[in-house]
């Protein structure tokens, strides 16, 4: 898949900044997780997309094994390297895409998934994967960049979000999110709609985005309605975002 390939090259050749990065690490978002999540030490688990490994790593200090997949070797290494700073070693480290897991049916407790699923290519076949490796009473959680509901944002955020990373598929509104997850075999525990920022410049430089296409992204914020610049307020030091986090129980 033409998406693949830009994830493996865009993310292939800044792994270690992904690794290093503070919106990814971020111990509020991780221990927030972990409260909603509750693991045991008896749960196997598996990250989706692991990137630089932070959510398995935390996730891996109260369970028995987790199993972190991405589909860009040079990620898996640097979240190899950070397991190996946090003395983490019941982590297993593979090669795998969401989209075609390989794992048996019902083979976790609990699937985990964070800031990745905008770059799926086929939402609707990863969560269906997602749920199927599933145990009956596992637990799925995801916490994603989103966007709010609404034709205009819903339409020029993700434009914004192409123009920095163009491996970037959709940031799903709430709206989108609940009409994803009514079609599948889950119970909705939680759900957080989060408004936070994207720090400038850090957010460009982490994708080493050229100054022209920094311009085109605040050529897009300054065509905004007024009622979308007021849902997103931005200047030249951040531009405001959100994500949408939701925990749910895969039905018997």
Same mark, same amino acid.
């Given at each position: 898949?033409?998406?693949?390939?830009?994830?493996?090259?865009?993310?292939?050749?800044?792994?270690?900044? *992904?690794?290093?990065?503070?919106?990814?690490?971020?111990? +509020? %978002?991780? #221990?927030?997780?972990?409260?909603?999540?509750? $693991?045991?030490?008896?749960?196997?688990?598996? %990250?989706?997309? @692991?990137?630089?490994?932070?959510?398995?790593?935390?996730?891996? !200090?109260?369970?028995?094994?987790?199993?972190?997949? %991405?589909?860009? $070797?040079?990620?898996?290494?640097?979240?190899?390297?950070?397991?190996?700073?946090?003395?983490? @070693?019941?982590?297993?480290?593979?090669?795998?895409?969401?989209?075609?897991?390989?794992?048996? @049916?019902?083979? &976790?407790?609990?699937?985990?998934?964070?800031?990745? $699923?905008?770059? &799926?290519?086929?939402?609707?076949?990863?969560?269906?994967?997602?749920?199927?490796?599933? !145990?009956?009473?596992?637990?799925?959680?995801?916490?994603?960049?989103?966007?709010?509901?609404?034709?205009?944002?819903?339409?020029?955020?993700?434009?914004?979000?192409?123009?920095?990373?163009?491996?970037?598929?959709?940031?799903?509104?709430?709206?989108?999110?609940?009409?994803?997850?009514?079609?599948?075999? #889950?119970?909705?525990?939680?759900?957080? &709609?989060?408004?936070?920022?994207?720090?400038?410049?850090?957010?460009? =430089?982490?994708?080493?985005?050229?100054?022209?296409?920094?311009? +085109?992204?605040? !050529?897009?914020?300054?065509?905004?309605?007024? +009622?979308? !610049?007021?849902?997103? $307020?931005?200047?030249?030091?951040?531009? @405001?975002? *959100?994500?949408? =986090? &939701?925990?749910?129980?895969?039905?018997?």
């Amino acid at each position: 898949m033409d998406n693949q390939r830009e994830i493996r090259k865009n993310f292939g050749k800044r792994a270690s900044k *992904y690794r290093k990065s503070t919106t990814h690490g971020n111990q +509020e %978002d991780l #221990l927030r997780m972990l409260k909603l999540l509750k $693991p045991l030490p008896d749960t196997v688990a598996l %990250d989706v997309a @692991t990137g630089g490994g932070h959510t398995a790593v935390a996730l891996a !200090k109260y369970v028995q094994k987790v199993i972190a997949i %991405d589909i860009t $070797p040079e990620m898996l290494e640097e979240a190899a390297i950070h397991a190996a700073k946090n003395c983490v @070693t019941n982590i297993e480290f593979q090669i795998s895409d969401v989209h075609n897991l390989p794992f048996a @049916t019902g083979q &976790f407790d609990l699937v985990t998934s964070r800031f990745a $699923p905008h770059h &799926f290519y086929d939402i609707k076949t990863a969560l269906q994967e997602m749920c199927r490796v599933l !145990k009956p009473g596992g637990l799925l959680y995801i916490l994603d960049c989103s966007v709010y509901d609404g034709a205009e944002t819903e339409r020029e955020i993700n434009r914004i979000e192409y123009l920095r990373d163009n491996s970037h598929i959709c940031s799903y509104s709430p709206r989108q999110w609940q009409e994803l997850l009514q079609k599948l075999p #889950l119970k909705l525990l939680q759900t957080s &709609f989060i408004q936070t920022r994207y720090v400038l410049p850090d957010w460009f =430089e982490r994708m080493e985005v050229e100054q022209s296409t920094r311009q +085109e992204v605040f !050529k897009v914020l300054d065509s905004l309605s007024a +009622e979308a !610049k007021a849902l997103y $307020p931005y200047d030249a030091n951040y531009i @405001t975002t *959100y994500r949408f =986090e &939701f925990v749910a129980a895969k039905l018997s």
